[in-house]
């Protein structure tokens, strides 16, 4: 009796065709939920570059830069709060129209989201044997999702620059040992004082000369401001840096720092500043260890993590825009929540503070990268209308809502994994399937 045929089976793995059309619908799915988030949202209209615009314009006609002021339903009277430095690279758009100006910041914002996203994912991609462009097609609308994006874009913000030279310095320059390490923090802090943050984080992860640089270079992109306009740095230097009135209300929601949530409690007396300090004071010191600990450990984005969410918590204002650092915090989660060993090779330890991460552990670390991304994409302003009159936090789930980015970056302290043993994106024997 003859023997039945084999029919060959199909599987997964052996059909690349189906895999990479699979791929390419969740691609599209992302891409297409995109605009529906941003056209949910609040509209914003530009709103912070208009005032930008306006403030350049009102100095290019000889007034003094810091008396300029633009009314707000919201936040009451809104001022140009920059350091001088940033207004001397936003003077020569004072020249040209508004629509113009809209066109280059937004167009700078993407391809910044671009580079970034790429510079995050793809060693994550080479690690795990994944093609980078599927991983990196997946995370950019990931990333756009988000509400931190959404309000760079849709405020006209110009965050993102700074993010570009903060992840160029610490992901790139500053691990090769590059002589021009610490350039781009330097600056980014003479635009906006912020990232003053990761000169402390170099100077506690022990990078010396990273820190000198970044510092003389802050010293120096100041210097510049001042030499061309003396009044307006001593004005900015001396009065208008301390008044945070200038900057908008501290209870509104939008304001995702410790302040911001003391403030809501305290309504409508301010919080008591020592007891500020002291959380500051508690939450800089636990963070910018753990931070340490992770350049130590080689895992340069834990420690840069962890600086830009200490940053935002200590900052007296934070508003949801600023909070960048929760995408690269998903990223390691998402990493550690993956990672096998090379072949061959033993697994290196993870350290995730209180918690022992294990193979048995790591579903919750994707667990907690879920519902950290549900939260960021959902917002805490963006589908809110929390009114006009300062209002207190009156109900447990209104705490968490008006509180949400607070909350998360204060458990993320705790629970980011610091992964050792991180090699920057090591050649591979077996190329990823594409």
Known sequence: MPADPVVPTVTVEDDPGGRTARRLVGIVVLIALVPVLYLLASPHNFFDLHIYMSAMRWWAEGNPLY??????????????????????????????????????????????????????????????????????????????????????ITFGQINMLLIVLILADLLIAVPRGSRWAGVGIGLATALKLFPGIFIVYLLVSRRWRAAAVASATAAAATLLAAAIAPGDSWRFWTHELWATDRVGRTDYTGNQSLFGLLSRFFIPAEPNQLLWLGLVAIVAGYGLWRAARAARAGDELAGLTLTGLIGALASPISWTHHVYWFIPAIVLLVDAGLRQPAQGLPEQPLDQGRIEVGRERRTPLLVLAAVVYVCIAYGVVSYYDWGVAAERTNSPVEFILRNMYVLLALLLLFVLPIRRGIAPSPARAVPPPD
């Open 67 to 152: 008396d300029y002021v633009q009314p707000d339903r919201v936040q009451g009277e809104l001022y140009f709060t920059y350091p001088p430095f940033a207004a001397l690279l936003l003077r020569p758009f004072a020249g040209l129209r508004l629509g113009a100006t809209v066109v280059i910041f937004t167009a700078f914002t993407l391809v910044a989201v671009l580079v970034t996203t790429w510079w995050l994912v793809t060693p994550v991609a080479d690690r795990h044997r994944l093609s980078r462009w599927f991983a990196f097609g997946l995370a950019v609308p990931a990333v756009f999702a988000v509400e931190s994006i959404r309000e760079t």
